[in-house]
């Protein structure tokens, strides 16, 4: 049937194509030929008319798997200045490579780099470093259909060719360094805010920071935990999604950070929106779970209880007795983007037991710790100086209570598999935690 269909349909095409060749004149001014060949000259146009260049956001990997970051480009006739946000000179600049590029002919006008160029190409290099197919790399494209640009020319929307990530085009109104500084300070900002609800009603989500993705809980409407993934470039306003996402009847672009401030050397923001529509606000999570996760909570020998606090003195004394020295402090929370067991000894030494977390949206006051890998001197500890009888006690499934949920001081997690580990952590630092 298929088959009668197109013979049909190629058939009455041929016996009309004078008819609708006359028809396209009347509907369309020009032919398709020479419409492609506006679409390409005003891309080039637009191109190399921003001063200041375009950013890139910019994703590797198929579906987005491997997350985003910015590459910011100057176009001149046939040739870009390319910067990355992630390579920078001995003195602190950003690194620039000056290669090729043509706007060429297919469906629609395709914006390619067609020279090597290693602030780019070398996501999509089999060689790359650690690239994780030894094929395709980290599956990042070099070539784009350009799909749309903006009616005020300052967004160009792309689409990867090979692996067909939506990739975006922003017009700079500032020097690349200034932006590149500016999102790297907006993401960290949202990053040390912590956890974000977003709410709708009685609906709720909760989004979790990473590196350069956000994990997304919520109840859907058949009262299960469903979660998304959703990647992130920076911007130097917040965070822009790789793509819109639908939540609970609301369109999300992004996240914006707005009254940022800096205290005790943390930069945070006060208040936090959505980007494409500023009315729209996120609050900080009030779950124990997520005031737990957002801050440091520091050990002392005297409050974290019978099973907790051998495992700490055998810390303490495996340090001294092996090292020479005291361990100057110990909490759970977050170290250079790790989140676990922190300490640090000897005044110079630290380490991390990174904890994988896991704190069901549905059970506010609950928390399960896993160990998940060593960071810093971690491994060394925990091979010479006893630091797994540390942060044993702390993997398990916890049930969370403070003295105030507003202005919490104390954290107090008593383990729902043994009744016996009950352990105390406070908000402000403890020096020494063996001599208190």
Same mark, same amino acid.
């Given at each position: 049937?298929?088959?009668?269909?197109?013979?049909?349909?190629?058939?009455?095409?041929?016996?009309?194509?004078?008819?609708?060749?006359?028809?396209?004149?009347?509907?369309?001014?020009?032919?398709?030929?020479?419409?492609?060949?506006?679409?390409?000259?005003?891309?080039?146009?637009?191109?190399?008319?921003?001063?200041?260049?375009?950013?890139?956001?910019?994703?590797?990997?198929?579906?987005?798997?491997?997350?985003?970051?910015?590459?910011?480009?100057?176009?001149?006739?046939?040739?870009?200045?390319?910067?990355?946000?992630?390579?920078?000179?001995?003195?602190?600049?950003?690194?620039?490579?000056? @290669?090729?590029?043509?706007?060429? %002919?297919?469906?629609?006008?395709?914006?390619?780099?067609?020279?090597?160029?290693?602030?780019?190409?070398?996501?999509?290099?089999?060689?790359?470093?650690?690239?994780?197919?030894?094929?395709?790399?980290?599956?990042?494209?070099?070539?784009?259909?350009?799909?749309?640009?903006?009616?005020?020319?300052?967004?160009?929307?792309?689409?990867?060719?090979?692996?067909?990530?939506?990739?975006?085009?922003? %017009?700079?109104? %500032?020097?690349?360094?200034?932006?590149?500084?500016?999102?790297?300070?907006?993401?960290? @900002?949202?990053?040390?805010?912590?956890?974000?609800?977003?709410?709708?009603?009685?609906?709720?989500?909760?989004?979790?920071?990473?590196?350069?993705?956000? @994990?997304?809980?919520?109840?859907?409407?058949?009262?299960?935990?469903?979660?998304?993934?959703?990647?992130?470039?920076?911007?130097?306003?917040?965070?822009?999604?790789?793509?819109?996402?639908?939540?609970?009847?609301?369109?999300?672009?992004?996240?914006?950070?707005?009254?940022?401030?800096?205290?005790?050397?943390?930069?945070?923001?006060?208040? /936090?929106?959505?980007?494409?529509?500023?009315?729209?606000?996120?609050?900080?999570?009030?779950?124990?779970?997520?005031?737990?996760?957002?801050?440091?909570?520091?050990?002392?020998?005297?409050?974290?209880?019978?099973?907790?606090?051998?495992?700490?003195?055998?810390?303490?004394?495996?340090?001294?007795?092996?090292?020479?020295?005291?361990?100057?402090?110990?909490? /759970?929370?977050?170290?250079?983007?790790?989140?676990?067991?922190?300490?640090?000894?000897?005044?110079?030494?630290?380490?991390?037991?990174?904890?994988?977390?896991?704190?069901?949206?549905?059970?506010?006051?609950?928390?399960?710790?896993?160990?998940?890998?060593?960071?810093? @001197?971690?491994?060394?500890?925990?091979?010479?100086?006893?630091?797994?009888?540390?942060?044993?006690?702390?993997?398990?499934?916890?049930?969370?209570?403070?003295?105030?949920?507003?202005?919490?001081?104390?954290?107090?997690?008593?383990?729902?598999?043994?009744?016996?580990?009950?352990?105390?952590?406070?908000?402000?630092?403890?020096?020494?935690?063996?001599?208190?």
């Amino acid at each position: 049937m298929k088959k009668i269909f197109f013979y049909i349909m190629f058939a009455v095409a041929g016996l009309s194509l004078q008819s609708c060749l006359h028809d396209d004149d009347e509907i369309f001014d020009k032919s398709a030929a020479e419409r492609i060949n506006e679409a390409v000259a005003n891309a080039k146009e637009v191109l190399t008319s921003s001063q200041e260049g375009w950013v890139m956001h910019y994703y590797a990997g198929r579906e987005y798997a491997y997350g985003g970051l910015n590459l910011a480009m100057k176009f001149t006739d046939g040739k870009v200045q390319m910067y990355n946000e992630t390579a920078q000179n001995s003195d602190g600049s950003y690194k620039s490579v000056v @290669s090729t590029y043509k706007i060429t %002919r297919d469906q629609g006008p395709v914006l390619a780099f067609d020279t090597y160029n290693d602030l780019l190409h070398i996501y999509g290099d089999p060689a790359g470093s650690g690239a994780p197919t030894d094929v395709d790399g980290w599956e990042a494209d070099y070539e784009f259909v350009i799909m749309n640009i903006s009616e005020d020319q300052n967004t160009i929307t792309l689409k990867g060719k090979k692996f067909n990530n939506t990739i975006v085009l922003e %017009r700079l109104t %500032r020097p690349v360094a200034e932006y590149f500084d500016a999102a790297s300070k907006m993401a960290e @900002s949202l990053t040390n805010t912590g956890i974000l609800a977003y709410t709708v009603g009685d609906k709720r989500a909760k989004f979790y920071p990473g590196s350069s993705e956000y @994990s997304v809980k919520y109840v859907d409407d058949k009262g299960e935990v469903a979660s998304l993934t959703v990647p992130f470039t920076s911007t130097d306003k917040g965070v822009l999604f790789s793509e819109p996402i639908e939540l609970f009847g609301d369109t999300l672009k992004g996240i914006n950070a707005k009254d940022t401030a800096t205290v005790n050397d943390v930069l945070t923001a006060n208040t /936090i929106v959505v980007s494409n529509d500023e009315s729209k606000t996120f609050s900080l999570s009030k779950d124990l779970s997520d005031i737990f996760q957002a801050g440091n909570w520091y050990l002392a020998l005297s409050n974290i209880g019978e099973v907790a606090g051998p495992g700490l003195q055998s810390f303490i004394d495996g340090c001294k007795s092996h090292e020479g020295e005291d361990v100057n402090y110990c909490y /759970i929370g977050t170290y250079k983007g790790n989140y676990g067991f922190y300490f640090l000894s000897g005044g110079a030494y630290y380490g991390v037991a990174t904890f994988a977390v896991d704190a069901p949206i549905n059970e506010p006051d609950v928390i399960t710790f896993d160990f998940n890998v060593y960071v810093g @001197s971690g491994t060394y500890y925990a091979l010479f100086c006893n630091f797994e009888d540390a942060y044993t006690p702390f993997l398990s499934t916890f049930k969370l209570s403070t003295d105030d949920v507003n202005n919490p001081t104390v954290m107090t997690l008593t383990d729902q598999n043994n009744a016996k580990n009950v352990i105390k952590l406070v908000k402000d630092p403890v020096l020494y935690p063996g001599k208190h």
